[in-house]
């Protein structure tokens, strides 16, 4: 699922003999994608907006969800990796990244200097293939991805909205023998470039890859409320595991799990839950998929002694996605997804809603929504 297929251009910058001996080449991949597409939300909201959906969110208009350009270098065991974006989708999921103000002769930092930049690493691969990288990374809780080509669906799931997108830092990859390899993860927190605390997020990781199965199982915990929040400083855990199975060459299935707890000033918020996934090859060219998902929050506390929510403005949340995809030649994805939404509580828009969305917030008026999404991805 997260393999992609990228048309490469492979340009050699340097192969000089030095008084030492000769320098390693120099390999550079550049590649580039676009998404974009046309929805319609059957509850008609008069703003416009599929809410909580992530990065298909607008209704009646065609829009780019994400053009992104990836450039990738490699020198020996030396790597680097450059991904520039732009469109609805980095606007999105950079909303949680922290604003912190600047000085006169210091920059602010917040959502609008970092979301063109998807993912910015380097790293180095040793003789006896452990990894150490550093930067910005996609998140690696989960199996969706952002681009929308290496995914099954065209919206991504309650869990990948709800969940950590993004963390900067550092992480160590050690292969471990029979198909295993363990990663070490020490990132700023969840969602944040420049951290809203002064504690870091840690992490461990296994991922096994067989001929038929892959596996990963994850933990991660750090402090994530921002200095000085009402909850205090609690340690937030996550717990994450996923598998994929090809069950035959022509259906795969996959099911996620994350569950998490913070035991905080107010008692202790926590999390469940889980997706289940099926891909059905019909043709080389044509593919059908299915997603159900189911997410609920406890959120300690009660009356007006609240902790504040971690993911939703409703207790639970869930959809149900169906997704017909064609894929005429390499590099090209057209994708016609039905998707309902269901709620606990008003979380969506439908008919006319209240506010402007500056001086009064919109305010959600319905407990479901249902689209029709027809939307194209081609990559290079």
């Given at each position: 699922m997260k393999a992609g297929t990228w048309s490469t251009a492979w340009l050699v910058l340097a192969s000089a003999a030095t008084a030492h001996g000769e320098q390693p080449e120099t390999k550079v991949t550049v590649g580039a994608y676009v998404e974009t597409y046309y929805q319609l939300n059957f509850r008609t909201p008069s703003n416009g907006i599929t809410n909580l959906r992530g990065f298909d969110n607008r209704e009646r208009t065609f829009t780019i969800e994400n053009a992104a350009i990836d450039v990738k270098g490699e020198r020996g065991g030396l790597t680097g990796r450059v991904v520039l974006q732009i469109g609805a989708t980095p606007s999105t999921y950079y909303l949680a990244e922290p604003a912190l103000p600047g000085t006169v002769g210091v920059n602010a930092t917040g959502p609008e200097l970092w979301k063109y930049l998807q993912q910015a690493t380097f790293g180095y691969t040793t003789a006896n293939k452990i990894v150490v990288e550093g930067g910005l990374f996609p998140s690696p809780i989960g199996p969706e991805v952002i681009p929308i080509k290496d995914n099954w669906n065209w919206s991504r799931s309650n869990l990948f909205l709800g969940l950590p997108f993004y963390h900067t830092g550092a992480r160590v990859a050690v292969p471990l023998g029979g198909g295993w390899v363990g990663t070490l993860h020490a990132y700023a927190g969840w969602n944040s470039v420049v951290d809203n605390n002064d504690y870091p997020m840690v992490g461990a990781s296994a991922f096994y890859t067989g001929d038929k199965i892959s596996v990963q199982l994850m933990y991660c915990g750090g402090i994530e409320r921002p200095t000085g929040a009402p909850e205090g400083k609690?340690?937030?855990?996550?717990?994450?595991?996923?598998?994929?199975?090809?069950?035959?060459?022509?259906?795969?299935?996959?099911?996620?799990?994350?569950?998490?707890?913070?035991?905080?000033?107010?008692?202790?918020?926590?999390?469940?839950?889980?997706?289940?996934?099926?891909?059905?090859?019909?043709?080389?060219?044509?593919?059908?998929?299915?997603?159900?998902?189911?997410?609920?929050?406890?959120?300690?506390?009660?009356?007006?002694?609240?902790?504040?929510?971690?993911?939703?403005?409703?207790?639970?949340?869930?959809?149900?996605?169906?997704?017909?995809?064609?894929?005429?030649?390499?590099?090209?994805?057209?994708?016609?997804?039905?998707?309902?939404?269901?709620?606990?509580?008003?979380s969506f828009f439908g008919g006319g809603v209240e506010g402007d969305g500056v001086t009064v917030p919109f305010v959600p008026n319905r407990k479901a929504q249902d689209t029709l999404t027809l939307g194209a991805a081609a990559s290079f």
């Open positions: 609690p340690w937030r855990n996550l717990f994450d595991a996923y598998a994929t199975l090809q069950v035959t060459d022509e259906l795969s299935i996959l099911g996620q799990v994350d569950a998490g707890f913070e035991p905080n000033n107010f008692g202790t918020s926590g999390w469940l839950a889980g997706a289940l996934y099926a891909k059905y090859e019909v043709t080389p060219a044509l593919y059908v998929a299915g997603r159900g998902d189911y997410f609920r929050e406890r959120v300690a506390g009660e009356g007006a002694m609240n902790a504040g929510p971690l993911f939703w403005p409703s207790k639970w949340i869930a959809s149900g996605t169906g997704t017909f995809a064609y894929q005429p030649l390499t590099g090209l994805s057209v994708r016609l997804e039905y998707r309902h939404d269901q709620a606990q509580d008003d």
